[in-house]
Nanobody
Framework: QVQLVESGGGLVQTGGSLRLSCAAS????????MGWFRQAPGKEREFVGN????????YYADSVKGRFTISRDNAKNTVYLQMNSLKPEDTADYYC??????????????????WGQGTQVTVSS
């Protein structure tokens, strides 16, 4: 298991940007596929994007494609989520997750075994 801690959430206006970070513990970070999910109040947790161990393969939810970018720095045991052109509907708690297997085109939360505590993102209109 890998321990994950997210940071970087906050309040931003529509059209603004935020970068979330997820720091992982352990020496095996590079073996994990990393993902980002989000959960809005009263809604189920939904997939945002995931990235393979090398950073070369990434998949995104249609709702964020072209606006959000996932990247990782294996030397720093950190994965990032750059969020641009934010919309009020992006408001949610954002969670970092890790899985031992490869990337999944449209994963569910059950595909990931380790989770962070979440960081809140609020986009004001």
């Amino acid at each position: 298991q890998v321990q994950l801690v997210e940071s970087g959430g906050g309040l931003v206006q529509t059209g603004g940007s935020l970068r979330l970070s997820c720091a992982a513990s352990g020496r095996t970070f590079s073996r994990y596929t990393m993902g980002w999910f989000r959960q809005a109040p009263g809604k189920e947790r939904e997939f945002v994007g995931n990235i393979d161990w090398s950073g070369g393969i990434r998949y995104y939810a249609d709702s964020v494609k072209g606006r959000f970018t996932i990247s990782r720095d294996n030397a720093k045991n950190t994965v990032y989520l750059q969020m641009n052109s934010l919309k009020p509907e992006d408001t949610a708690d954002y969670y970092c997750a890790a899985r031992r297997g490869g990337v999944v085109v449209t994963p569910t939360p059950a595909d990931f075994g380790s989770w962070g505590q979440g960081t809140q993102v609020t986009v004001s209109s």
